[in-house]
């Protein structure tokens, strides 16, 4: 069964400096990852994806991930944080057999402070 | 170009009533997903419909149902309503013509809220 794990309900950074948010797999098969952001009362916005390919993914806002196979992870990362990046953020795997279903993660809340 | 579209937007309801939940999914798009998202939770798979069938179901009672139209919008029903139903529900909608490499679009999402 796919499944992922937000060990850190919340991150609090300073805006300027590197953010990171955790995020670990299991899957049986390929992996296919993803990262989205929410915003209070609304939808998800889709960020970045790991299909296949070179570990450090790029996506939108500068945010990007790096692929750890061996130790079976997803981090999301940004170099420098914006107050603006404040939000929930999900870890999702897509279902190896129904690419329409996906296993969320619990949530990181990210808090940039000024 | 439309993204995808819920309404409405928020809801009461009292235990035991029925509620409908309506979607429009992005221009292009021909399948859509449902999730309930509970307070402080990630979304969780409530089901997937594509050709106006349902093509998979998650771990939720045959309360959910759900219904997809030939223009490929989709409704979600909700019967005999809990207070455990108050939740945030996403709708998701992607293209059943493409591969892993595609995302998922997800409206802004319907608030239930049962008392």
């Known amino acids: 069964a796919q499944s992922v794990a937000q060990p850190e309900d919340q991150v609090n950074v300073a805006e300027g400096n590197p953010l990171t948010v955790k995020c670990t797999y299991s899957v049986s098969g390929n992996p296919y990852l993803f990262w989205y952001v929410q915003y209070p009362n609304r939808g998800l916005q889709f960020l970045l994806k790991y299909i296949t390919g070179d570990n450090l993914v790029k996506g939108s806002y500068g945010f990007e991930a790096e692929f750890n196979k061996s130790q079976t992870s997803f981090h999301l990362k940004k170099p420098s944080a914006l107050v603006s990046d404040s939000a929930l953020y999900f870890c999702?795997?897509?279902?190896?057999?129904?690419?329409?279903?996906?296993?969320f993660g619990s949530g990181t809340k990210l808090n940039v402070k000024p | 170009d439309a993204g995808v579209t819920q309404s409405p937007t928020h809801l009461i309801k009292t235990r035991g009533q029925q509620v409908t939940l309506r979607c429009s999914p992005k221009s292009g798009h021909d399948t859509v997903s449902w999730y309930q998202q509970a307070l402080g939770q990630g979304p969780q798979f409530i089901f997937q419909y594509y050709e106006e069938e349902e093509r998979q179901r998650g771990n939720f009672p045959d309360r959910f149902s759900g219904h997809q139209f030939p223009n490929y919008s989709s409704e979600l029903n909700v019967n005999a309503l809990l207070l455990g139903d108050s939740a945030l529900y996403l709708c998701?909608?992607?293209?059943?013509?493409?591969?892993?490499?595609?995302?998922?679009?997800f409206g802004n999402g319907t608030r239930l809220t049962v008392t």
């Open positions: 999702a795997v897509r279902d190896s057999i129904n690419f329409n279903k996906f296993y």
């Open positions: 998701a909608s992607s293209s059943n013509s493409r591969s892993y490499n595609s995302p998922l679009h």
